[in-house]
């Protein structure tokens, strides 16, 4: 008993050590003056407006991966794994990549649930392509009423193409996911469909962000 106690304690130690570490490597990169001296000039009702929608863009994206683990028989609560998403986004300030989070949670999650690390990582992979292709749909979409990105290249064929690539993202996707993916199959339109909702939330995010800082011109929601 007294082992398992000094045991969990030094886990604690390290996590807390861990966590310190992950907190300055954060903060050291950060001009804070700048920080607050740019906040103390923006407009915070916009800002709160942008937090709420950035907060709102990442619960459903812990929907989306909750139910892709979910068919992996990953046997946790939406409010665990809410948390466990909100641990993931910490890491990925300060782990190259931007992808610590999803090892931490496969890891993890391989750790307590006993589930195959193999099934996470694809399930942590296909939310993840879902979500880079309803982004670009919806930035080929935009695209296509943009009379400075259409132009770039003389003549339609640019605007041609553009068209052509909004409207295969989404098929590619179900095509990936019903060959690569086969286990996900069945819940394939619910990724779209909130994919769709994560990435409309970043984009009005960006919006109210943009407004705080007084930028009213040359950007669309």
């Known amino acids: 008993m007294a082992k398992l106690e000094a045991k ?3 886990n604690f130690l ?5 966590s310190a570490i992950a907190v ?15 906040i103390k000039n923006s407009n915070p009702f916009y800002l709160v407006l942008a937090l709420l929608f950035f907060n709102a863009s990442k619960i459903v994206s ?6 892709l683990f979910r068919e992996i028989q990953v046997k946790i609560s939406w409010k665990y794994n809410l948390r466990l998403y909100y641990v993931g986004m910490f890491y990925n300030l300060f782990l190259p990549g931007g992808i610590g989070g999803d090892g931490y949670k496969i890891y993890h999650l391989g750790q307590a649930e ?3 690390r193999r099934d996470l990582l694809s ?13 670009a749909f919806l930035a080929l979409l935009i695209s296509v009423f943009s009379e400075e990105i259409v132009q770039l290249v003389p003549g339609k064929l640019l605007h041609y193409l553009i068209i052509v690539a909004a409207v295969l993202a989404i098929p590619s996707l179900l ?6 993916f086969a286990k996900f199959k069945r819940v394939v339109l619910s990724l779209v469909i909130l994919s769709f909702w994560v990435q409309v939330a970043q984009l009005i995010c960006a919006g109210f ?13």
């Open 114 to 116: 006993g589930v195959r």
């Open 24 to 38: 300055y490597l954060v903060f050291s990169k950060i001009e804070l003056d700048q920080v607050w001296a740019v």
């Open 62 to 67: 812990s929907v989306r991966l909750l139910k």
């Open 209 to 221: 962000i943009l407004l705080s800082f007084g930028v009213q011109h040359n950007f669309e929601l």
């Open 14 to 18: 390290f996590k807390v050590c861990l």
């Open 123 to 135: 399930a942590v992979l296909i939310d993840r392509i879902s979500g880079a292709a309803l982004l």
């Open 175 to 180: 095509v990936l996911v019903r060959w690569v």
């Open 8 to 10: 969990s304690a030094l």
